[in-house]
């Protein structure tokens, strides 16, 4: 196949969703349809669990399995699919929020009943920052939940998204009988006897048609030609540049445990959805075409062998093939490395590969070369953008307790802020090392992985902060940043690449010192 079709094959995507709204259970019903699983079950969620946060076996056995299923790739239709996988725990969001760089579009789960949650905001936030195709699917329907229209409202106000239904439901709950397919103009109904078969499918250019009440019986029929109307009447049709930009999100319906709506879902997908994108570097534009092979670094798995310093680091190639055995260069390192076993993905086995394409996941075994964001080129210096650092919500200092063991300490951390685990950051003032973290389960996390892996141990101190704010002056050398550097002093850290950040000790004090000091701009995430 030429190297063109091979792009134009691929179709890299997440899914995002707050924990439990269906995520694992679509995942597995599209890894069913493509014939990568056999049977329902197979995909193990790697959730935390509640009450977990103690376990630390549970934490390493998540770990084992969410290298597993990190990436999950399959053929549907002469397709290559590519599912990268998002945690949903919101400790983990860092995690999701770097994924999200790697992908070419999302499908985004809404649970019926619960609507739209707070970790779906979020991520679908990040998602329209940067204009990634977004595909909506409304989850379990063969429960109670909100009004469609309600939902589709909900969607639009609280997510920012213009919406266009592809399907909607008939019925709901105990009287769901199936979906009318807007896309490809046809009904599919649910069995008769249970929900867990689809009984038939009845092309239905048009719905006035009487053999509707046949079907779905007088009511349903009268309803869904109203609701039809109507969502002709208020959505626009599909567009597909308006789609591919960001700036219309088609929506299906259906419920992925009883495999219902998902095909739908994956034929209209894998038509839509877009191959692999350009993607902007700072220096300029890479196209997927170009002949020389790059890519970039957005997730490190590290030490899974305790025994064995593994690390996994998961590329994304963005331009031309990538070749086992072929020195690329590190970018930020300025050396040729090779790599004689590159892992790709298959369902949930890796295997090595002679060959990437661009959209492709490959994993490289890594002695330490290589932290999150790092580019691999033929021999062009580029960098990547796009991979930033949010301000994290929790601060603790991390000190030694052991002074035995304090260079396995400095390596141990060094390594996980590699992996992208937390934050580590200097205070000006003392030198002193302070941990940032999205959620508090990591630093237990990180206190078990440190003693386990490293041999290291550390305690805690608390330390009061509200949010890390990159610093940036307008100018340098006027006296309003002296000032303030010397004002703030106390306050000052550097971050692991050496930028200058406000730790700011509550919203007040921030707005406060964003007042008084004008011409310095503040940012929650370290790319401006
Ligand atoms: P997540 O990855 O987004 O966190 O969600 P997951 O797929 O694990 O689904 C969360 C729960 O919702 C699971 O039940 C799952 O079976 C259920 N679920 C998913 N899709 C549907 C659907 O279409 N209809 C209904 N009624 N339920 C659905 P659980 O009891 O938490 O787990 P399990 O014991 O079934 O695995």
């Known amino acids: 196949m030429s190297f063109n079709k091979e792009i134009a094959r691929r179709r890299t995507f997440g899914i995002i969703s707050h924990p439990d709204a269906g995520k694992t259970t679509l995942t597995e019903k599209l890894l069913l349809f493509g014939g990568a699983i056999q049977e329902a ?18 934490i390493e056995r998540q770990r084992g399995i969410s290298v597993a299923t990190s990436v ?9 699919i590519n599912i990268l996988d998002t945690p949903g725990h919101k400790d983990f969001a860092e995690d999701t929020f770097r994924t999200l760089t790697a992908v070419d579009s999302v499908i985004v789960v809404i649970d019926v009943a619960k609507g739209v949650e707070e970790q779906t905001e979020k991520l679908v936030e990040v998602c329209r920052m940067r204009n990634i195709p977004m595909i909506v699917f409304i989850n ?18 609280k997510l920012g998204l213009k919406v266009c239904p592809m399907s909607f439901p008939i019925g709901m709950g105990y009287d769901f009988q199936g979906i009318y397919n807007l896309w490809e103009r046809n009904i599919r109904l649910f069995g008769e006897d249970n929900k867990q078969r689809i009984s038939e499918t009845i092309e239905f250019e048009d719905l006035t048609h009487p053999d509707l009440e046949k079907h779905i019986g007088e009511k349903a029929a009268s309803s869904l030609r109203g609701d039809i109307e109507l969502v002709s009447e208020v959505y626009p049709n599909f567009d597909q540049q308006a789609y591919t930009n960001g700036t219309l999100q088609p929506v299906f319906f259906g419920s992925a445990l009883n495999n219902f709506g998902v095909k739908e879902l994956l034929d209209c997908f894998i038509e839509i959805a877009p191959p692999p994108r350009p993607k902007t570097s700072e220096e300029r534009v890479v196209l997927p075409e170009e002949e020389k092979f790059s890519g970039f670094v957005f997730k490190i798995h590290a030490n899974m062998d305790p025994k064995h310093r593994d690390r996994l680091a998961f590329i994304k190639i963005v331009s031309g093939t990538f070749k086992r055995n072929t020195p690329y ?25 002679d060959e990437s394409f661009p959209g492709d996941i490959v994993g490289l075994h890594d002695t330490g070369n290589f932290k999150i964001g790092d580019t691999l080129t033929e021999g062009e ?24 063991k304090s260079k396995q300490l400095a390596k141990g951390i060094d390594q996980l802020m590699d992996e992208g685990v937390a934050q580590l950051f200097v205070l000006e003032i003392n030198n002193r090392k302070a941990i940032g973290t999205v959620g508090a389960l990591q630093f237990e996390v990180i206190q078990y992985r440190l003693e386990h892996e490293y041999g290291a141990s550390c305690s805690y101190e608390n330390l009061n902060v509200h949010k890390a704010c990159w610093v940036a002056p307008e100018d340098t050398s006027n006296a309003e940043y002296k000032d303030f550097l010397r004002v703030k002093s106390k306050f000052l850290a550097r971050d692991k690449q050496g930028q200058l950040v406000f730790f700011a000790d509550s919203m007040f004090s921030l707005q406060m010192t964003q007042q008084k000091y004008p011409s310095i701009r503040f940012h929650a995430t370290s790319e401006f």
């Not at 260069?329 to 590969?353: D, G, Q, T």
């Not at 210096?381 to 035995?404: T, V, W």
């Open 140 to 157: 379990k329907l063969d429960r109670e939940g909100k009004d469609a229209f309600d939902l589709l409202d909900e969607v639009e106000q």
């Open 72 to 80: 999950l790739a399959f053929n549907y239709q002469n397709k290559k």
């Open 381 to 404: 210096k580029i960098h990547f953008k796009g991979i930033p650092s949010f301000s994290p919500e929790h601060f603790r200092y991390i000190n030694n307790a052991d002074p035995l």
């Open 329 to 353: 260069l590190h970018v930020r390192h300025n050396k040729k490395l090779k790599f004689s076993s590159p892992n790709a993905f298959f369902a949930e086995k890796k295997e090595i590969v």
């Open 41 to 58: 079950g197979a995909v193990k969620s790697h959730k935390i669990k509640k009450g977990a946060t103690s376990d630390f076996m549970e």
